[in-house]
């Protein structure tokens, strides 16, 4: 291992020519009011977590571009030109016809894929991501986009006829919320970004987005599209450390949605910063820490590929992801070895890399912490039982599977967010129903089992537990038909491509009393086209 490790990283000249970085993307630019502004103020080095290989064979750092470090007032600059794009609803955007909103947004989308490629390989680069990776994200972020105008299409439809219900006559439409603030994390830097930032737009609100912070240079190539796309001031794109710039955001009272994808703590922390909380609406993805259940009369092998995939997957850096395996004390043992066996065929290496499955990681100081995880494990009698398991070169972990694990382990308790899996031997159902119960968080957990009498009991007692519940398979998002949620400190709101669209809107009604005199006024106003609101035009 350690003669392998010494070679992990690349030398300049093993970098294919078409991925080899040049001197380094700067974004010189942001956009606020429409207006591409150049930045001359300091700026943060973005290091990627691929090294090249010293000629002592250890990792160096690579600085591979630089973006704004932006203070509290260019945020409030960038939020103010939300607040009067909005204009208390009158502002032109939100006054749009929805049908005159997806020409918009379509127009972005056709800008977007014209850019994939610069795209995709800053998303590489900048977070470790595969390149085959990178670009299904792209294009499942292109697929969401498509699938959000299909489905606002929908719900206009449904929404363009009047109710006549106990002698009132009532028309009820989805009206935008207000001035959001859109925020992403670093692992799904576009994808879990966008499926936020495009349905607050397409709804009417206005919105002020900061990237996350690892991901931000591969904005770059997108700021021209959001330009050309949309009208001055509905879409403000700010850069910089949060503390710097957000605080101040949610301070002002000016923010009235709140879209972020991170901890529960850093939400917390935020949510109370607003002087207004409880006109601050929210929709939060956070903390998870899926179990995976495997029950004596599990299919081993099927279970344990679903396991290995759901465990590492992007490293494990993923909120769906497995974080701790249940596996009845019948089969542990088999599964273990099986397990160990699968993660040891995982190829490990750089992104470019055909058929990679394990890549450096981007978070500075993580190999430090999954190493503290792994030695607390092993010091309370766990043992790491595939090879070469919690090894570090540079920035990169190789995977460690860890067994037996007990409730006493920090990795039991903490959710790792990285290639780490922990395995626990347990006797009794009750066990495993018992930490779900009294888990903080309740995102997801898969149940591997045969016997449908057990496997719907379990489902039954924890199905008020999680927010999904996976049967034979790993925990995961897709598809974005399906809601995405979680109880607990998982999440508030729901999102799917229908759910973001109803979370970024509000529902209104116009109600009169069914007498003919105002019947013939409200056909009046339809056939006149005096109303936005008043309306029974059918969208294609």
């Known amino acids: 291992m350690a003669a392998r490790m010494r070679d992990f990283f690349p030398v300049i000249e093993d970098i294919p020519d078409r991925f080899r970085p040049g001197k380094g993307v700067t974004l010189d630019h942001y956009l606020v009011s429409g207006l591409m502004k150049p930045w001359q103020g300091e700026y943060a080095d973005v290091v990627s977590p691929i090294c090249l290989r010293g000629d002592d064979g250890r990792p160096e750092a690579l600085v591979i571009g630089r973006t704004p470090l932006m203070n509290r007032h260019h945020a409030l600059a960038a939020l103010d030109a939300a607040v009067e794009a909005y204009g208390q609803g009158s502002g032109y955007w939100p006054r749009l016809s929805v049908e005159e909103r997806i020409g918009h947004v379509e127009s972005f989308l056709v800008a977007m894929r014209e850019q994939r490629e610069a795209v995709v390989e800053l998303l590489m680069w900048e977070i470790g991501k595969s390149y085959n990776d990178s670009c299904k994200e792209f294009d499942r972020t292109c697929d969401y986009i498509a699938h959000t105008i299909h489905e606002l299409k929908e719900l206009e439809r449904r929404s363009n006829r009047f109710e006549l219900v106990g002698g009132v006559v009532a028309q009820i439409r989805r009206l935008p919320v207000g001035v959001a603030l859109c925020m992403g994390p670093f692992n799904y830097p576009l994808n879990e970004t966008f499926t936020t930032l495009i349905p607050a737009l397409i709804m009417g609100n206005t919105v002020v987005f900061k990237p996350a912070k690892y991901g931000v240079l591969l904005i770059g190539p997108l700021l021209k599209a959001f330009q050309e796309s949309f009208p001055p001031g509905v879409i403000n794109i700010i850069f910089g450390r949060g503390r710097d710039t957000v605080g101040p955001l949610m301070e002002s009272g000016k923010v009235d949605m709140f879209a972020f994808i991170g901890t529960h703590r850093g939400a917390s922390a935020l949510k109370q910063m607003h002087p207004k909380p409880h006109r601050l609406k929210a929709v939060l993805g956070l903390d998870a820490n899926n179990p995976g259940i495997v029950m004596p009369d599990a299919e081993l092998d099927a279970a344990v590929h679903e396991c290995v995939t759901g465990a590492l997957s992007f490293n494990g850096q993923r909120c769906t992801a497995l974080k701790l395996l249940f596996v009845h004390e019948s089969v542990a043992d088999t599964f273990v070895e099986k397990l160990a066996v699968a993660v040891d065929e995982l190829a490990s290496g750089m992104p470019w890399d055909p058929d990679v499955k394990l890549t450096p990681l981007p978070e500075p100081g993580k190999t430090l912490y999954l190493s503290s995880l792994v030695d607390d494990a092993v010091a309370g009698g766990a043992r790491i039982c595939n090879r070469n398991g919690g090894e570090v070169h540079g920035t990169y972990f190789h995977p460690a599977v860890l067994y037996p694990v007990s409730a006493a382990m920090r990795v039991y308790r903490e959710e790792q967010f990285g290639p780490v899996i922990p395995v626990v031997r347990y006797s009794d159902i009750s066990e495993v129903i018992d930490h779900v119960r009294q888990s903080d968080f309740g995102q997801q957990l898969s149940i591997f089992g045969s016997d449908p009498e057990q496997v719907a009991h379990l489902v039954d007692v924890l199905a008020n537990q999680v927010g999904r519940i996976n049967l034979n398979a790993q925990c995961q998002r897709g598809p974005d038909t399906l809601p995405f949620n979680g109880r607990k400190d ?44 008043l309306t029974t035009d059918y969208i294609l």
Do not use: C, P, Q, Y
């Not at 109803?502 to 106003?525: G, P, Q, W, Y």
């Open 490 to 533: 998982s999440a508030e709101g729901t999102l799917s491509v229908t759910d973001a669209l109803r979370v970024f809107s509000i529902r209104t009604t116009v109600a009169t009393k069914a007498t003919e005199r105002n019947k013939e006024l409200i056909n009046d106003i339809v056939k006149s086209r005096h109303s936005g609101f």
